[in-house]
């Protein structure tokens, strides 16, 4: 393993120790309406803690509010979120070993539009800009399709998602419309958030499946329904119109319509448990949905003839993919949970590259004492490829395809209320799916701080 790697993973852990102050960190997705004021900034402690080193440790934003600042523009509707996400990563094995540093910068501008016209009521305007570096260690080094860091992209600074959403029905449905990633919605689990391989972000079943599929670092053009007709009850509709491919619209502010793509829907349905104002309980959530698109998919079994013989025609139809998605708390006493998620589904043989797919893990959050938001989490992910696509390979001289399968262990030590690090293991199985393909050994590190 390189020095450094191992070096730094110490450093990392040894310094996530010496802290075990409560603390809430942000998250580093964009949030999609501007942040309330913040309660636990500096500002906000006793006189006498603000300036004191127990108070850095203690505030939401490495930088904190701007010596009153960020809070009047909070007031005002305004809301600024950088956050900074770096990581090393080295593999061993399939023979190909060898490390990586990569990372993304992303900043979001939330407006709360009632407050800043004082007119246009219930309405948010959102975007971000992200800045993404360094290599891919799956494209460099492992050769997986499962994307070992959901941190890895086209390394440019684009412009990710900007869109306005209108709230109306005291605020129980929504329109969105702009510029939209589906992962930031639609099959989301809390419980597989926490880990960083790319399939337990946007699952290979929709990310290597649909053409130009609107998942990070790239959004597309859309409009977004959402309704909540009861407290535990939420329904989800969205048409995306395919952007241009993402390394030609290089920073993402092309929003031109590829016309070569069908229109893609996605329909979602959840049942929310113990998650009303006045329920008790351990939470749930059980989500089921659908995409579908009907574009350029011809079927692998035409393009198989056809490239053995150019005059047998290439057949078309409509892609689609069918999913379901549990989160639910297991236990829960004091500052200790343990809470599970499963994520399934499956998708055309005749069109799709992932024609089924499993992922489930389990998160344990304040497992070591005095550390109550520390979460440690074990995850496996399967991605079975299609035997169509696969035996279109065979029949063009190339190797057989089964599956992929990703395990992964990580713990996230909360450093403060605005920073983490994160140490991470995992074992790829089958890397690319093709069958006798050598296993991999990852371990990686990543530290993410919210300015």
């Not at 191992?6 to 964009?30: D, E, H, K, M």
């Not at 009047?72 to 305004?78: F, I, K, S």
């Not at 290599?135 to 412009?159: I, K, Y």
Request: glycine share 8%; with cysteine.
């Amino acid at each position: 393993m390189p020095k450094y790697l191992l070096t730094t993973c110490l450093l990392g852990a040894l310094t996530a120790s010496i802290s075990a102050a409560p603390v809430q960190f942000l998250s580093p997705f964009a949030p999609t309406a501007p942040a309330a004021r913040n309660n636990q900034s500096v500002t906000s402690l006793p006189d006498g803690l603000v300036n004191t080193p127990d108070a850095f440790w203690r505030r939401d934003t490495f930088t904190g509010d701007w010596d009153g600042f960020r809070n009047q523009m909070n007031d005002a509707g305004v809301a600024i979120t950088p956050v900074y996400e770096a990581e090393v990563f080295g593999s061993i094995g399939n023979g190909h070993g060898g490390d990586i540093s990569d990372g993304l910068f992303d900043i979001a501008l939330d407006l709360d539009l009632e407050r800043i016209t004082h007119v246009w009521q219930d309405a948010v305007f959102h975007m971000n800009v992200v800045d993404i570096y360094g290599p891919s260690l799956s494209s460099r080094f492992t050769g997986d399709f499962s994307n070992t860091s959901n941190l890895a992209g086209f390394n440019t600074l684009r412009l990710q998602e900007m869109w306005i959403q209108q709230n109306f029905w005291a605020k129980r449905a929504s329109i969105r419309v702009g510029m939209m990633a589906a992962d930031t919605e639609f099959f989301s689990s809390q419980g597989s958030s926490l880990f960083l391989n790319g399939t337990f972000g946007a699952f290979t079943l929709l990310a290597l499946n649909f053409n130009n599929a609107p998942v990070y670092p790239v959004a597309a053009p859309g409009v977004r329904f959402d309704v909540m007709p009861v407290s535990f009850l939420d329904f989800k509709a969205a048409l995306y119109a395919p952007n241009e491919d993402a390394e030609n619209n290089t920073h993402g502010t092309d929003f031109s319509i590829n016309s070569k793509d069908g229109a893609l829907v996605a329909l979602e349905m959840s049942y929310l448990v113990n998650q009303s104002p006045n329920d008790r309980g351990l939470i749930g959530s059980y989500r089921v949905g659908t995409f579908i698109q009907q574009g350029d998919y011809s079927s692998w079994a035409s393009q198989a003839a056809n490239a053995l013989d150019p005059r047998q025609p290439l057949r078309y139809g409509t892609n689609y993919m069918v999913y379901g998605v549990a989160d639910q708390e297991l236990f829960k006493n004091g500052q200790y949970t343990v809470e599970a998620f499963v994520r399934g589904g499956f998708a055309s043989s005749r069109y799709s590259f992932v024609s089924n797919y499993f992922d489930t893990g389990l998160n344990f959050t304040g497992l070591v004492p005095n550390r109550p938001l520390d979460v440690l989490g074990i995850g496996v992910a399967r991605s079975g490829v299609s035997k169509q696509f696969s035996a279109s390979q065979v029949e063009q001289g190339s190797p057989s395809l089964s599956s992929e399968t990703a395990i992964e262990l990580t713990y996230k030590f909360q450093v403060a209320p605005w920073g983490s690090i994160q140490p991470d293991v995992q074992y790829i199985v089958n890397p690319s799916g093709v069958q006798g393909s050598r296993n991999a050994f990852v371990l990686g590190l990543r530290t993410t701080i919210a300015f």
